[in-house]
Structures are given as structure tokens and as C-alpha cells.
T-cell receptor, first 115, second 115 residues
Framework: AQSVAQPEDQVNVAEGNPLTVKCTYSVSGNPYLFWYVQYPNRGLQFLLKYITGDNLVKGSYGFEAEFNKSQTSFHLKKPSALVSDSALYFCAVRDRRDRDDKIIFGKGTRLHILP | EPEVTQTPSHQVTQMGQEVILRCVPISNHLYFYWYRQILGQKVEFLVSFYNNEISEKSEIFDDQFSVERPDGSNFTLKIRSTKLEDSAMYFC?????????????FGPGTRLTVL
């Protein structure tokens, strides 16, 4: 069965510092991996995805994520955090072998960027 | 930029009542989804819909739930007889294609409160 783990409920980072939001996954086959962000009173916004190819994926708002197959991880990163990055971040996975439509989400990590 | 919209933003209902949650997917998208998020918990898949029929549903999506695309734009989720445990944020999503690597675009959600 597919699953996603986000081990941190909350991450606090000072503005201007690099940030990392952790995600590990479990699938039977090879994964498609996604990051979504949720701002207050807004829906889930797509940030980036890993399909195949380069392990470092670049996405919206200066975010990037690195796919690490051996560690089954897909951590979200940004070199220099902004206060406006404060939001709830969800990692998600789909198994390539499945014909399922559903995305499996992690429980979310709340990111606080401190001014 | 096109967006998925949902109405109402907040619905309060009495236990046992029927509710209909409405969504307008992005206009050229063909695949539609409902997810829910109970407060403090994961985002969970409910159902996917394509070509006017359900293509997949989770174990949560029991006989109390139904979906419909009554016209060319709306996509609705009906809960026939609400229970207290149906209280959650319900997200609609759509995607252009159903391929596993295609990201889904989410609406802002409807918060359902069952009293």
C-alpha cells in the first residue's frame, strides 16, 4: 500500500535561512511525487512534481525538491526563506504501476518563517 | 489563471440532513475528484469521476455519498444523511488527463460542520 510520512508537524525557520520540509514515501513500484502548499482559506496549490529524470526538481516560488530513491525521500527545499512562505505543506505520492486515480497525501507540515 | 471553485465555503447542517457540495472544475479538465480532510488529519481520497461515471472510490465513499455532473460545468458531492463524523473540509479537484503524473488542481474547499 502507498503511504507518505511527513515526520515534522511544524518547522520554524528564520527569514533568509534555507528551509527543508521532510517527506518519505512507500510504494510498491516507482513513484510519482508531488508537493502541494495550502495557504489559509485557500485550496491546495501545486508546487512541483517528480516524474522521471533529474532527481532535483524545481517548482514554483523558488522551491525545489530532491528525489532520493535509496532513502525513499522527497524533501522540499528553498535556499532562502520568505515570511510569505509560511503555510501548510503536503507531500503526496502516486504509484506508477497503479491505475488508481487517487493521490496519497502526507499529514502536512506547517512551516513558520520568522521575520 | 483558471481555478477550481467551490461553494459554499462553509456549510452547517443538522445530523441526518442531506447536503450538496458544489464545485466548478477548470473548464478543459476531464477528470474530477473529491477529497476530504478531517480537522488535524490527512487529506483523504473519496472518489474520482470521468466520462460521467465514477472511475474509483475509497472505502469512505459509501452509499450515503454520491457524485454528479448535472451540467457542463458543475460537479457535485451529495451526502444523503449526514453524520457527525462527516464534519470535515471537502476539496474538489480536477485534472486535464488521468495519467498518474498529471497534477490535480484543487479548489479552496468547503468546510462542512454537522451538528
Amino acid at each position: 500500500a502507498q503511504s507518505v510520512a511527513q515526520p515534522e508537524d511544524q518547522v520554524n525557520v528564520a527569514e533568509g535561512n534555507p528551509l527543508t520540509v521532510k517527506c518519505t514515501y512507500s510504494v510498491s513500484g516507482n513513484p510519482y511525487l508531488f508537493w502541494y502548499v495550502q495557504y489559509p482559506n485557500r485550496g491546495l496549490q501545486f508546487l512541483l512534481k517528480y516524474i522521471t529524470g533529474d532527481n532535483l526538481v524545481k517548482g514554483s516560488y523558488g522551491f525545489e525538491a530532491e528525489f532520493n530513491k535509496s532513502q525513499t525521500s522527497f524533501h522540499l527545499k528553498k535556499p532562502s526563506a520568505l515570511v510569505s512562505d509560511s503555510a501548510l505543506y503536503f507531500c503526496a505520492v502516486r504509484d506508477r504501476r497503479d491505475r488508481d486515480d487517487k493521490i496519497i497525501f502526507g499529514k502536512g507540515t506547517r512551516l513558520h518563517i520568522l521575520p | 489563471e483558471p481555478e477550481v471553485t467551490q461553494t459554499p465555503s462553509h456549510q452547517v447542517t443538522q445530523m441526518g440532513q442531506e447536503v450538496i457540495l458544489r464545485c466548478v472544475p477548470i473548464s478543459n479538465h476531464l477528470y474530477f475528484y473529491w477529497y476530504r480532510q478531517i480537522l488535524g488529519q490527512k487529506v483523504e481520497f473519496l472518489v474520482s469521476f470521468y466520462n460521467n461515471e465514477i472511475s474509483e472510490k475509497s472505502e469512505i465513499f459509501d452509499d450515503q455519498f454520491s457524485v454528479e455532473r448535472p451540467d457542463g460545468s458543475n460537479f457535485t458531492l451529495k451526502i444523503r444523511s449526514t453524520k457527525l463524523e462527516d464534519s470535515a473540509m471537502y476539496f474538489c479537484a480536477s485534472s486535464e488527463e488521468g495519467s498518474s503524473y498529471n497534477e490535480q488542481f484543487f479548489g479552496p474547499g468547503t468546510r462542512l460542520t454537522v451538528l
